[in-house]
């Protein structure tokens, strides 16, 4: 697998990540998250991008789906440890 198509396959997991955010009620804080995670992916940041959905996640409780997501990110990108991570964060949802 090339790089390009490589990222395109974390952007995709990220976006599917970020569909799982809130979107009513935000604070500033949280939509300066969004901010930055939107400015990430439109410059090929990705692990930024990560980091951005990563602390949103730490502000709103989210669904396992979310965590499932982000462990795909974490693969692609190869980010050992944040895979472990997230897995720790689904297995705390059971």
């Known amino acids: 697998m090339n790089l390009v198509s490589n990222w395109e396959i974390t952007k ?3 976006d599917n990540a970020f569909s799982f955010i ?9 939509l300066s998250f969004i901010k930055d995670f939107n400015d990430y992916i439109y410059h090929n940041e990705l692990k930024l991008a990560f980091d ?5 996640a730490e ?5 396992k789906e979310f965590w ?4 795909l990110a974490a693969r692609q990108m190869k980010l050992e440890k ?3 991570r997230c897995q720790e964060k689904l297995e705390i949802d059971d």
């Open 59 to 63: 502000i709103n409780k989210l669904p």
């Open 12 to 14: 995709q997991h990220l």
């Open 68 to 71: 499932k997501e982000m462990i």
């Open 82 to 84: 944040y895979i472990q």
């Open 22 to 30: 809130p979107t009513n009620g935000l604070s500033e804080n949280e």
């Open 52 to 56: 951005s959905l990563d602390e949103l």
